[in-house]
């Protein structure tokens, strides 16, 4: 098999889950691992611009699209790894949720608590995907990647990867492309230990407990639903790019005075909910934008865009929107929290030939 370049390049709103974003100059479908590195080798000899696409879930493609070759990663499958039993290796374009429910179904745990998140597997390790008290980095065990710079496959230990909340060494570089990742996972069938308050009480379990891994799979996946986070055609609080801000982390020195400030706001007896992190103090970011003033489906400009009626994290498309609108939206929101709070909220997905 060889890559394969459609003679038309379609606009990237046929591939994103927002439905925005024009075209890219050219379009590369890799369905191996081997398409996948002669792709972007011959992208790279010809001096071309390069951006990958798994599941299009965590890109805001410009309305003017993308000045380059556009390569989708299609490669797909999962297989165990060596001669271990507790290590799935899934590639890299491997729908994500259907790799997580294919994992239940053969009663396999470990990854159920990140069920319903929606895109490929190769871009959880970029992004440290998690959710619900889990994140992959708990689980991964190493990636294979073509080094760009050194031309080269290789293997990238998990602890190569610099994970942190909701990053690694991978995101904001395009040196590497990740070809597949392996998991370490429970052959047993126990789910990870359950660590989210809101899941725990949706099971009646407490913090810590395991329990079957398709039990705790519906649990998440109904909540995830609840909140328009499991994608749905015809619910345009689906469609969006998942939480658009990530949580934001404050500074040990800082903590003192932001939450001073927070408090001066909203009153001395209401709650800040705050919790232990990596670098200082995590605050809720759909806290803040809420107590910014910003309800949920608050419009942004012409109502073409919005927040969701059913999660402020989530910017939407209500069907007609440009990017250009959903951005209007980002920094009304952004600039809301920053004047009200003094804290300045970040984008959590990958803003493509575009900024706010």
């Known amino acids: 098999m060889n890559p394969v370049e459609t003679p038309a390049p379609p606009r990237l709103a046929e591939y994103t889950t927002l439905r925005l974003g024009g075209p890219a100059r050219r379009f590369v479908r890799a369905t191996t691992s081997d398409d996948l590195v002669a792709a972007v080798r011959g992208a790279d000899a010809a001096g071309e611009r390069v951006l990958l696409l798994g599941g299009g879930s965590n890109l805001v493609v410009a309305d003017g699209g993308f000045p380059g070759t556009l390569i989708q990663v299609a490669n797909t499958g999962w297989t165990g790894a060596g001669d271990t039993d507790d290590v799935i290796e899934a590639a890299a374009g491997q729908e994500w949720d259907s790799f997580v429910a294919g994992l239940v179904e053969a009663g396999i745990g470990g990854l159920e608590c990140l069920s ?4 490929s597997v190769g871009a959880t390790p970029i992004q440290n995907v998690g959710a619900y008290g889990c994140e992959v980095a708990e689980s991964i065990v190493s990636i294979e990647l073509y080094d760009r710079v050194a031309r080269e496959v290789r293997t ?14 991978l995101k904001g570089t395009d040196s590497g492309v990740v070809l597949s990742v392996r998991f370490r996972v ?11 308050a809101e899941l725990a009480r949706t099971l009646d379990v407490e913090i810590g407990a395991k329990v079957p891994t398709a039990a705790a799979r519906s649990a998440v996946l109904g909540l995830r639903r609840g909140k328009g986070m499991v994608l749905d055609a015809a619910d345009h609080d689906t469609w969006s790019a998942g939480s658009f801000f990530t949580n934001p ?29 990596d670098g200082g103090v995590k605050l ?5 934008i809420e107590r910014a003033g910003f309800a949920k489906g608050h419009p942004g400009p012409g109502g073409r865009a919005s927040l969701s009626t059913k999660h402020t994290l989530a910017l939407t498309n209500r069907g007609t ?32 030939a575009c900024s706010f």
């Open 321 to 352: 929107a440009t990017t250009t609108d959903l951005l209007s939206l980002a920094r009304e929101v952004r600039d809301g929290v920053r004047d009200r709070f003094g804290v300045t909220l970040h984008p959590e997905p990958l803003l493509i």
């Open 116 to 119: 319903g998140i929606p895109g």
């Open 284 to 288: 809720s970011a759909a806290w803040l």
């Open 156 to 169: 990238v230990k998990a602890d190569e990867l610099g994970f942190a909340y909701r990053t690694s060494a």
């Open 186 to 196: 429970d052959p047993a069938g126990e789910s990870a230990p359950i660590r989210y």
């Open 249 to 277: 982390i404050v500074p040990p020195s800082d903590v003192e005075a932001v939450l001073a400030r927070i408090t001066a706001v909203v009153g001395p007896d209401v709650a800040v909910p705050q919790y232990p992190a």
